[in-house]
């Protein structure tokens, strides 16, 4: 029994261990991945993926070879881990609680509103230098070029992603043959059907960026709370093994036949002996 609680948590630390090299490679996939421009997510995926392979080598360690202080290191990091993915998590969901978009009238795709997201999102997306490298990869994408032979039956009966809905055309409110000058949004006015302008500077464009990583999130935030109910279920066994490893250290050796500690004897023990011993005093 003193062995079992090490072999679960050697076990379930090679489990997790194959999970941070799939976390991880995920990570690097979408920094590469010509399909995908979503770098909100890339860094926290592969700090998570970094941090989960670092404990479980030491868990390993420390549960194979039964050594306590790595075991504690261990266990201690663990918590830290915990906490940090609870406090991630939690954030998470604060910040994407907002947006979702709004139906279109006779159109089966929804369309995104910059305003409607959290300050701290709309923020990142604001800043020029960032916003550059996510429209170079949405140029660099096929996000838009499906659309190229769509006609306006299509538009009228099939659905578009977040990107498309915001990137690839102009606002469906948008009115472009009138001879009367109208009051549009600005929108309106930054979408060109030039292949390499279209509506990537638009406000739609990077609210359809938030409303993307928004719903992968929510996903991630399913996915981490999945991953703190496991670290959980590791950690209690952890501190099994940690008593396992520190009680040779701390009692000596095994002592006796089934490896049993000297102990004081229990109240079995005295009663039996007072209970052979009471015919010497009669």
Request: aromatic content about 12%; hydrophobic content about 40%; some cysteine.
């Amino acid at each position: 029994m003193n062995r079992m609680s090490n072999t679960v948590i050697g076990f379930l630390n090679i489990l997790t261990l194959i999970s941070s090299i799939v976390i991880i490679g995920t990570a690097l996939w979408m920094g590469k991945s010509k399909t995908t421009c979503e770098h909100f997510l890339q860094k926290p995926l592969l700090v998570l993926g970094l941090a989960i392979m670092v404990l479980s080598l030491a868990g390993l360690i420390g549960a194979c070879c039964d050594v306590a202080w790595v075991l504690w290191v261990y266990l201690f990091f663990m918590v830290f881990i915990i906490v940090t993915l609870m406090g991630l998590t939690l954030f998470g969901l604060i910040v994407t609680s907002h947006g979702g978009g709004v139906g279109v009238p006779g159109r089966v795709y929804r369309e995104f509103k910059l305003e409607e997201y959290h300050p701290w999102l709309k923020t990142r997306v604001m800043d020029a230098n960032y916003w550059l490298t996510i429209k170079t990869c949405l140029l660099g994408s096929l996000t838009c070029s499906k659309l190229a032979l769509w006609t306006p039956i299509d538009y009228l009966q099939k659905d578009l992603s977040p990107l498309q809905s915001g990137c690839c055309k102009p606002p469906t409110s948008c009115v472009y043959n009138t001879d009367t000058p109208i009051q549009q949004e600005s929108d309106c006015y930054r979408w060109n059907n030039a292949a390499t302008v279209l509506c990537y500077d638009c406000d739609s464009c990077r609210a359809g960026v938030l409303e993307t990583v928004r719903r992968d999130w929510h996903k991630l935030s399913i996915v981490n709370v999945v991953i703190v109910l496991f670290l959980i279920a590791i950690y209690c066994v952890g501190c099994c093994a940690f008593k396992n490893a520190k009680r040779p250290q701390h009692y000596g050796f095994p002592y006796g036949r089934y490896g049993m500690a000297k102990s004081r004897p229990g109240w079995e023990q005295s009663w039996s002996r007072w209970w052979h011993g009471r015919d010497r005093y009669y």
